[in-house]
């Protein structure tokens, strides 16, 4: 069974733009988180979907959103990029979080670097 | 605001020491996660706790889960150069959401 799989990889922006993160769940997961990693913050929750629907969200600007599609396929978008929005961006997917244990499996991420 | 510290957050040691990594909060977590993330990848589930006081073991990781749901604890045995990674603990807070401490960067030196 694949993976968590984020593209792209890697990405260079200037300050201003606008960029989107995809990323495609293993199969049969239904719900995927989005994270924002950096060394001096660590992992932050940036928000959750379940069928389409963001259920939770964590304590970011709103120039940070996210869609589901009905395939469980999401993408983040994140518009005006500042300098601090440079990180490694990851997806994670779940069967349900909302069900039982809330295990997560994390794809390789996608490093945003911002000019 | 759940918060999980974790301790030491840098650790290098000598192959073939033993060592323990600690991750505690004031908050109760219906579950516990442990993760090892390698350069350039995201994080790999090493393991998750459930029941307080849960002891697992994975070859030469033990992990326990404290009585109370609030701590946990991962010790390596005999470590080995291969164990060199960053280590995360992530507890469960519901909706949907796992706090994830600020990890632990382990080198083993051979």
């Known amino acids: 069974k694949a993976g968590v799989t984020q593209t792209p990889r890697y990405l260079i922006k200037t300050r201003g733009q606008q960029v989107t993160l995809s990323c495609s769940p293993i199969?049969?997961?239904?719900?995927v988180s989005w994270y924002q990693q950096t060394p001096g913050q660590g992992l932050q929750f940036l928000f959750e979907?379940?069928?389409?629907?963001?259920?939770n969200k964590g304590n970011f600007p709103g120039r940070f959103s996210g869609r589901q599609f009905s395939n469980s396929r999401s993408e983040m978008n994140v518009s005006t990029l500042e300098l601090g929005d440079s990180a490694l961006y990851l997806c994670?997917?779940?069967?349900?979080?909302?069900?039982?244990?809330?295990?997560?499996?994390f794809g390789a991420g996608t490093r945003l670097s911002v000019l | 605001t759940q918060l999980l510290e974790q301790s030491p957050q840098f650790l290098s040691i000598q192959e073939g020491e033993n060592l323990t990594v600690y991750c505690n909060s004031s908050?109760?977590?219906?579950?516990l996660q442990w993760y090892r993330q390698e350069p350039g990848e995201g994080p790999v589930l090493l393991v998750t706790?459930?029941?307080?006081?849960e002891v697992k073991k994975l070859k030469r990781l033990t992990f326990q889960f404290g009585d109370a749901r609030k701590d946990s604890s991962l010790h390596i045995t005999a470590a080995q150069p291969g164990d060199t990674g960053l280590y995360l603990c992530?507890?469960?807070?519901?909706?949907?959401?796992?706090?994830f401490g600020q990890g632990t960067r382990l080198t083993i030196n051979p």
């Open positions: 994670a997917s779940s069967l349900d979080a909302n069900r039982g244990k809330n295990i997560q499996y």
């Open positions: 199969s049969g997961h239904r719900s």
């Open positions: 979907y379940f069928s389409e629907t963001q259920r």
């Open positions: 908050s109760v977590f219906s579950s």
């Open positions: 706790v459930v029941t307080g006081g």
């Open positions: 992530a507890g469960d807070v519901g909706a949907q959401k796992l706090v």
